[in-house]
């Protein structure tokens, strides 16, 4: 319901976009609250979200997954086709392309930013992700503005690789590459005439710790239906605080004009100050994430019971979703039992089946209850284990409160033990002595290609098990679908592979998922076109659009 | 002169220490930098693997420290692992504003809580004395997170405006923080000066009563209270990260909080080096102060 | 005095016999019942999982207020010896000590708690764990108290007085018990009741740094952490009283610290 909501919610939205640019007004800055500042302007090496959300704006790819329909959507190309066989796609760039210093972007640029992606020595984090079955993408130039891209075998989701890599400017990258300088390149302190880039916005301004002021991209090549250069805005800037508490408080005191990416409880601050500070709030339903209760399943792992798929079942049927997402979230998180949230449109499989009652799934599995109703095992030892969570966030030491209170409810004694976050990851990915933590994740794109790192044996981020192997049947079968799915372009047959696999995971419950926190934003009444999306920047996407809306 | 070349070495000295056994203890924490990198599934192990060759995090301690100090002797302080840049060019405009807050916050501090501490000595259980230390007590109680939130909270609903961001209510949260520890130390030990048999003696002459707390009593407690100097300043500059951080003051706080917590080394490092000057020359200026004002130190050598 | 010495006593036997003061136990939560106001069902409403925060105080107190007693008073004893010894002996100890002083002021003390927290097995109970790093703070918090102790000791050793006991050839230990110890009391009192309600509130900035480590046991610092958000400051004024009550609670502990100190002073 809230997401069909939200649904009619963008589409009036889209409705007034497609009227306004008529009688919309250029100009004007928008301010957004962050809380925390970026790290540098490098768009090879910032994988945090604070810089990417500004390296976001000061580049652009060729293709780009559109934040809203989740389709791969034409940014630098005019167009690009992939071959009957899936091992090639051609890309065909726009006309006239400039950086933001008015240089030309040509198909050069583009063969110099893969070939820095793929170079060991710079050590990118795309270096991995641009290959498919163990080998590089092979990028040529096949005309003065087509690119060819070439995979070693079929992979399915080929053109949504290009998406996310920011065409680098060859001439003011290349002398520093050439040196082997290009890791200390386009720092936190370097010049704004240093850095070009051929996203909507350039950098003008920056004070460290403080603010960070972007200008409009003189040569943009996006124009609006009447033919109106983009961006509207002249300037966007990004103020920077610490803590929820304080973004809030800078939104509320008529600092800035747009915050997002905080929780329930800030929303719910901000829900009661709204009226009088002319603020519009926006609640787009369930978002990527998933926080979940993750079980040691590592081989050596020193709770026999977690290897049990009615134990694991009986422990996701006791939780009481509806409490954490009311409770801790205060209202503003959806229940979720799999790992895929329903925001990833076309790939959610929908509503898990209902799930039995705890109590029968575990005295059919040979549990039994003791006097004072603590839960037994079938060699009559009870049942207790311990829950790590992240010390930092209280929405997840008020989840494990509520998860400790539930399982004891059929009998297990949980002892939440609240870790500094670092610490307790060593916990689970390196030394993988735990017996259960509170985990969320985020996806980088809807597309099934995200989670196989997550999801698969060889996937380094296989949380329950890193051990690289299948323990158990359903693990092989997860791989097995994963490898198909992976292979093939036939997009039915990749959706119901897919939806297999999150019933799978829903069954077999590796990890219990919880709630997945909704998208939040706030923004000041007047600032128009400001939509969250679901995949990469959640606010930012097309700030090129925004408004404000004439007095 | 040699009294402050020794000085100069010994600090030196201190530095080192601390540096040594900052960097010791950082390596007894679990975890480092690419942990939660670890745990992204869209960073490949591949390059979590290379990263960590790159920062040197794959080297011994000993040799990472040893990159460390040629590093300091080159200026460069290190270089922080979530920036890519050397740690001197990334708190250069930030320290002065840490520097100037706590110091302001110091100043502000003892401004007000050094008369009250002597004034409520003198007039114990007087209205101020009562309402001063009640008032303290009430500080106490909340730790400098709630009241930098209380003051965000107060100017939302009083509408005073912007207080993000301003020197202003940092420095009075951080004052008033800091305020009932000066202030029950003076409070404490002025009224124990109070009690010595000169004051009887002066007061017998006639001196007027504020003469006597301000002329000699207070001098003669004070060096208890020198003491508290470099003890309130080290509360200033550690509660000062968490001041920063809630009021959105631009100085090493959140930097350093961030730092703190993604072990990223070389900035938690510089800022430790700097809260240790800081301490050194505070101790030297109340050294100094001592040395000035109390003629009983001033007799044996230092 | 006398009405802080009773306030006290009532907190000590309410926290004593938590169980029978309180309807419901800390941790059971009322999730119909979240946020509710003080009332006749929750004395001092609920919190956001809809604990009654009444229990939570009681409860909190046993565990606050021993160990926030006993890391106030290990640092305080460490302070007082090795800041005496410096005072005292003065030279080259003293230089040392003062080193030591610095160092521990300044040193990222945060890590070792993080070091402290691994070390402890998994199950270990969440209560064991609190009083140990609380302990640990405590130790580590030693430099405060011994930079007071050094400075009080190094002017009372010139009075008159002290040196004329020395002058009839009092010994060292004599002059410590009966002349320099007493001189250092008031201080050491003010610092107790300074510190104490830091050590207590030492959590709500620990978690801050990500090291909350109370989980479901309820302690004061988690009850003053709970406020700290601005719709919580904004919906639920009454998760404010129970820093109230511990203010009232911390004020008592300053007025019978330093009258204990005056009365130990006079009687010597």
């Known amino acids: 319901m809230e997401m069909r909501l939200a649904k009619l919610w963008r589409e009036l939205l889209l409705a007034t976009l497609i009227l306004v640019p008529a009688w919309s007004q250029s100009g004007g800055r928008a301010i957004v609250v962050q809380r925390s500042e970026p790290r540098g302007f490098q768009p090879v090496y910032s994988v945090d979200e604070p810089s990417r959300a500004v390296i976001g704006l000061l580049h652009a790819p060729l293709l780009r997954i559109h934040s809203e329909t989740q389709e791969t959507e034409a940014v630098l190309a005019a167009s690009w086709k992939v071959s009957p066989d899936g091992r090639t796609i051609t890309v065909n760039l726009r006309e006239n392309l400039r950086f933001s210093d008015g240089a030309p972007l040509t198909v050069a640029d583009v063969l110099f930013t893969f070939a820095v992606h793929q170079d060991a020595a710079v050590a990118s984090p795309l270096r991995e992700v641009l290959q498919v079955g163990g080998k590089p993408l092979v990028v040529t130039a096949a005309g003065p503005r087509r690119a060819q891209f070439q995979m070693a075998e079929p992979y399915a989701a080929g053109e949504r690789l290009l998406a996310g890599v920011a065409i680098l400017p060859r001439h003011r990258m290349e002398a520093a590459y050439q040196q082997g300088q290009f890791r200390s390149l386009w720092g936190l302190g370097a010049k704004p005439s240093e850095l070009a880039g051929a996203g909507p916005f350039r950098l003008k301004l920056v004070e460290p710790g403080r603010r960070m002021v972007l200008e409009r991209n003189l040569h943009y090549w996006k124009r609006d239906k009447a033919g109106k250069p983009l961006p509207y805005l002249d300037e966007m800037e990004f103020l920077f605080t610490a803590g929820e508490d304080a973004q809030v408080a800078r939104l509320l005191a008529g600092e800035g004009d747009l915050a997002a990416s905080f929780g329930g409880g800030s929303y719910r601050a901000i829900e009661s100050h709204r009226e009088r500070r002319g603020i519009r709030l926006l609640d787009a339903g369930p978002s990527l994430d998933y926080t979940f209760l993750l079980f040691n399943l590592n081989p050596g792992g020193k709770r026999p019971w977690f290897a049990q798929t009615a134990f694991r079942q009986a422990v996701s049927a006791a939780m009481d979703r509806e409490s954490i997402a009311r409770l801790v979230y205060r209202g503003r998180a959806s229940p979720i039992r799999g790992p895929v949230t329903p925001a990833r449109l076309k790939w959610y499989a929908g509503p898990a089946a209902p799930a039995a009652e705890p109590r029968r799934l575990l005295s059919a599995a040979g549990y039994r209850w003791n006097g004072e109703g603590r839960l037994l095992d079938p060699t009559g030892a009870p049942v207790s284990f311990t829950l790590l969570v992240n010390a930092a966030n209280p929405a997840y030491t008020q989840t494990g409160a509520i998860v400790e209170e539930d399982l004891k409810k059929i009998g297990i004694a949980v002892q939440v033990v609240p870790m500094e976050f670092r610490s307790l990851v060593d916990r689970v990915v390196n030394r993988k002595d735990y017996d259960a933590a509170l985990m969320a994740l985020r996806p980088g794109d809807v597309d099934p290609a995200a989670d196989v790192n997550a999801w698969v044996s060889a996937g380094r981020t296989r949380l329950w098990n890193l051990s690289g192997q299948a323990l158990h049947p359903w693990e092989a079968s997860v791989d097995e679908k994963m490898r198909a799915l992976m292979a093939t372009r036939d997009q039915a047959r990749r959706r119901r592979l897919f939806h297999e696999v999150q019933r799978i995971l829903e069954q077999e419950a590796p990890m219990v998922c919880l709630v997945s926190p909704n998208l939040l934003l706030a923004s000041r009444a007047g600032l128009e076109n400001v939509r969250p999306g679901t995949i990469g920047d959640l606010v930012l996407w097309n700030a090129d659009e925004w408004y404000w809306r004439r007095q | 002169m040699t009294f402050l070349l020794r000085r100069l070495g010994g600090a030196l000295v201190q530095l080192v220490a601390v540096s040594a056994l900052a960097f010791a203890l950082m390596e007894l924490a679990p975890g480092d930098y690419l942990e939660d990198m670890r745990v992204n599934p869209q960073i490949p192990a591949a390059t979590v693997a290379r990263w960590r060759a790159e920062f040197g995090l794959d080297q011994p301690a000993i040799v990472r420290y040893g990159r460390w100090v040629r590093s300091v002797a080159s200026g460069e302080f290190g270089v922080s692992m979530a920036y890519g840049i050397p740690v001197s060019e990334l708190i250069a405009g930030r320290l002065g504003r840490t520097v100037a807050l706590s110091l302001l916050a110091l100043g502000l501090t003892w401004l007000l809580a050094l008369p009250c501490g002597v004034w409520c000595a003198a007039y114990r259980g007087g209205w101020l004395d009562r309402l001063l230390g009640g008032g303290a007590t009430v500080a106490l109680a909340l730790p400098e997170l709630l009241v930098g939130l209380l003051v965000l909270q107060g100017a939302l609903w009083a509408g005073w405006g912007p207080v993000s961001g301003r020197i202003g209510p940092a420095v009075a949260v951080l004052a008033a923080v800091s305020f009932p520890s000066v202030f029950r130390h003076t409070r404490s030990s002025v009224g124990q000066s109070l009690r010595l048999p000169f004051v009887d003696h002066l007061r017998a002459a006639g001196l007027s009563e504020t003469r006597i707390l301000f002329r000699h009593v207070l001098p003669a407690s004070l060096n208890p209270l020198v003491s508290l100097l470099s003890l309130s300043l080290a509360g200033i500059t550690s509660a000062s990260l968490v001041v920063e951080v809630t009021l959105s003051w631009p100085g090493m706080g959140q930097l350093l909080l961030e730092a703190i917590l993604a072990r990223d080394v070389a900035v938690v490092l510089a800022a430790v080096m700097v809260a240790a000057t800081l301490l050194q020359v505070a101790n030297l200026i109340g050294d100094g102060l001592l040395y000035l004002a109390d003629p009983r130190i001033r007799r044996r050598p230092a | ?268």
């Open chain 3, 1 to 268: 005095m006398k009405a802080c010495l009773v306030f006290l006593l009532a907190i000590h036997l309410l926290a004593a016999m938590a169980g029978f003061v309180t309807a419901y136990p800390p941790a059971e939560q009322h999730r119909e019942n979240a946020w509710e106001a003080p009332g006749a069902r929750f004395p001092l409403g609920t919190d956001g999982l809809g604990r009654d925060q009444w229990s939570r105080l009681v409860h909190g107190a046993r565990i606050s207020l021993c160990s926030g007693l006993a890391a106030g008073v290990l640092s305080a004893g460490l302070g007082l010896l090795l800041g005496g010894v410096a005072g005292l002996a003065g030279g080259w100890v003293d230089r040392m000590v003062t080193r030591l002083m610095e160092l521990f002021l300044a040193l990222p003390w945060m890590y070792l708690l993080l070091a402290a927290r691994a070390f402890f097995p998994l199950e270990t109970d969440a209560r064991v764990v609190f009083t140990a790093l609380l302990l640990l703070l405590g130790a580590i918090g030693w430099a405060r108290p011994a930079r007071l102790v050094r400075g009080i000791v190094m002017s009372v050793k010139e009075r008159e007085s002290v040196l004329a006991a020395r002058g009839f050839g009092a010994g060292q230990w004599y002059l410590l018990r009966r002349h320099i110890v007493p001189e250092t009391l008031p201080a050491l009192a003010t610092y107790l009741s300074l510190a104490i309600p830091q050590y207590v509130a030492a959590e709500v900035t620990l978690s801050f740094l990500g090291l909350g480590f109370s989980g479901s046991t309820p302690s004061w610092g988690s009850l003053v952490g709970s406020m700290g958000s601005l719709d919580v400051l904004t919906d639920a004024w009454w998760m404010g009283l129970p820093v109230v009550v511990l203010a009232v609670v911390f004020g008592c502990y300053s007025i019978v610290s330093s009258a204990l100190a005056e009365t130990q002073r006079q009687g010597r």
